[in-house]
């Protein structure tokens, strides 16, 4: 078990979105899961914030319980054993967490041992997807010409969805669209605010004027 401390405190909990996580290329040692390669990353251990969407207990021989994480880039299981059952048996279904744990893979899917599971307020999960968008913009070339006609189609079809409910809050365009860069959804906005097709009906809030 010590052991198992010292190797937790040499690997790095990287913030990431599930999506990273689906799209990474789990590395074998044999059968054993060794690590998580994303980009020039070797991934052991995670820092995740989602949504709790899933909660599921098996009361058989062996005692465990699985959650369905969600944080609008994709959904992934994390599993609890043994001691960490009750350890977090208080976290439910519909509670916005972060969760700090390993990585596994079991029969060709990767999940999520919890060391840490924290209720957060929800507005962390715009907050993270954020930061996470900041660090990729340094490494990320600029999108051309097509993406950014692409990009504002989506943006006007959310907005115009949103008409019969009095227009959409900018936040849950972010969190829709999660292809796209938050930055690029800003300024992407505030050209339709400029060209008169969209409307503010108060701060943070857009409609379409057409």
Excluded: H
Aim: overall charge neutral; proline content about 3%; some cysteine.
């Amino acid at each position: 078990m010590v052991g198992e401390q010292q190797q937790f405190k040499r690997n790095i909990a990287y913030k990431l979105r599930i999506g990273d996580i689906l799209i990474g290329k789990p590395i074998m040692d044999g059968e054993r899961f060794s690590n998580l390669e994303l980009g020039d990353k070797k991934i052991v251990r995670v820092n995740i914030i989602g949504n709790i969407v899933d909660k599921y207990n098996s009361e058989g021989e062996t005692k465990f319980t699985s959650f369905t994480l969600d944080d609008g880039s994709g959904q992934i299981k994390l599993r609890c054993f043994s001691d960490d059952v009750e350890k977090f048996k208080e976290v439910n279904q519909g509670q916005t967490v972060l969760i700090v744990g390993v990585l596994r893979n079991w029969n060709n899917e990767t999940y999520i041992q919890p060391e840490i599971i924290k209720e957060q307020d929800p507005k962390y999960l715009l907050v993270r997807k954020l930061e996470i968008e900041k660090e990729k913009n340094k490494t990320t070339d600029p999108i051309g010409r097509d993406q950014i006609v692409a990009v504002k189609d989506k943006i006007l079809n959310a907005i115009k969805n949103a008409e019969e409910q009095g227009g959409i809050e900018m936040d849950k365009i972010i969190m829709n669209l999660r292809e796209i860069s938050p930055t690029i959804i800003n300024q992407e906005v505030q050209k339709l605010l400029e060209e008169g097709i969209v409307f503010e009906p108060r701060p943070g809030k857009v409609r379409y004027l057409g």
